[in-house]
C-alpha cells in the first residue's frame, strides 16, 4: 500500500479547510508530527483541526509555552487536542519531559509542530506531515508519510478527494 | 512609622527575579538574574535548563532583594509572599512557586498567586503616579500580544489580541532565520537601524476596525523573500521587517486608544523595550493628545517589581491565596472581552 500521499491547498482558508476535513479521520492516540519550515503553515493546519474538532477558543502558535491543551467535547472518544511546539527543544530528554506520549494515550489526540527533532519521545501512532511552500505565495503541499497506515489509505484518499494528489 | 513590605518573587521564563515593593508601590529592591547567555547557543530559553538555573538562582537572588531592602532570610519584615504561578514554562514556574510558598509557610504571612500578565500591567503604575483610567496597555512580548483596556486596578477588557504568533515570536523566529542570533528583538532592532525600512514591503495583516493582530504572514514573508535572493540585504530585510510590526502595533493602540476614549497608551513587556516601536508610540501619543508611558527597559522585561505591585492589589482584595494553588502554565488573565 502506497503509505506516502500528496495533497495541495492554495490559500489559508484551504489549509484550514483541510485541517478540518483532516480531523474528522482522527482518534484518540494519533500524533500528527509536523515537519517545515519557518511559516510552512504548521499552526495555520491545524487551527484547522482544531475547528474540526469543534473547539472554540483560539489556537495560536505554541512556541513560547511549548505545549497547548484545548478540550475537545468527546467526539469519536477525543476528550483533548494537545498543540505542542519543539521549536525551542534541544534534544530529546526535554522534549520527554513535556510528557506528550502520556498524554496521547488518555484519550487526546497531538499536533506537534518541529515534532521530527524527537519523534520517539512523542509516543502515540504517529502520523508525519511535511508541508512544503509551493511556487505560489499561499501555495502549501502537504506530504503524509504514514508508514503505519494509522489514517487508512484509503479513506484518506477518498476523505481528501476535494484537494487531489499534487 | 516603617511601611509595610511584600517580598515578590517571578520565575515564569528565563529571568530569576526578586523584589521587596511597600505598601505605596516603592520599590526598595528589584533583582533580576538573566539567563540569556545560557540560552544564547540555543537560540531560544530551553525548560530544562532554565528550571535548573531557577534552582540555583532564587535564594541568592531573594536574599540580595531582601538585603537591598534592609532585611534578610532570618528577619524579613514583610507581610505577604507574592509569587508568578503563570503563565510560563511550567518547570520555571514551579520553582518560584515552591519557594515562595515555603518562605511565607516559614515566616507565617499570606501567599499571593499573581498572574504574570497582570504584573505587566501594573508595571506602569510603579513608575508613573499620573497614570488616569481608563488608559490603554499594549502587551507585547515573546508569548503574547494583546491590547488590554484598563478601567480600574484589576477591571480589564481585552481589546485584541493575536491569532497566531506573538509579536516577540516573530523577531526571535526571523532573527534566528538571518541568523542574527538570540534573544531576536535587540539583535533586529541594532541591525535595522543601518537598513531601509521601505527596501521591502512586508504585510500589515488585519487592516481596518479589527483590533486582532497576525504576526504570521510577515514572518513567512521575510522567510519567501530570503529565500528568493539569498545575496539580500540583511539589514534592509530587518529594517523593513521591523517597520511593518511597529506599523501594525501603534496603529491599533491607537485604534483603541480612540475606542474607550482612554488618557493614555502603556507599553509592557519586553517588545516594549523595542526602540522603534517606543519612538513611534511617542509621537502617535502626541499626535493623539493623550499621555505615553513607556516603562523603563528593566520594567518592561520581566521583573518581580510588577508582580509586587499586582500582590498589593490582590492582598487588599483578597487577602491571601490557598497553598493548593499549583502553577499553571497556560493561566488566563480574567478580562471582560471588548
Redesign the interface.
Known sequence: MNTTMSFRTTSLGETHAFGEAVSELMNPGMTIVLVGGLGAGKTAFTQGVAKGLGIESRVTSPTFTMVATYDVDGRRGIRTLLHADLYRVGSGIEADDLAIGELVEEGAVAMVEWGDVAPDVLGGDQVFVHIETGSEDDERIFHFVDTDDIFNGGLISAAFERWGQS | MTKEMILAIETSCDETAAAVVDEDLHVLSSVVSSQIDLHAS?G??????AGRAHVELLEPVVQEALEQAGRSIRDPGVVAVAVTTG???V?SLLVGLSGAKAMAYAWGVPFLSINHLEGHLFAAQLESDSLVFPYVTLLVS???TMLIGVHGPGEYRLMG??????AG?AYD??AR?LGLGYPGGPAIDKLAAQGDPTAFRFPRALPGENLDFSF?GV??????AVDRSPEINVADVAASFQAAVVDVLVAKSMQAVERIDATAIVLGGGVAANSLLRERTTTAALEHGVQCALPSLAMCTDNAAMIGAAGWHRFRVHGGDDFSIGAN??LVLEMERA
Open positions: 540555543f531560544g530559553v530551553v525548560p530544562e535548563i503563565p510560563g514554562l518547570g515573546g508569548g503574547h489580541e493575536t491569532i497566531d504568533d506573538a515570536e523566529k526571523v532565520y504570521s514572518k513567512t514573508s521575510v522567510v519567501r502554565p497556560s
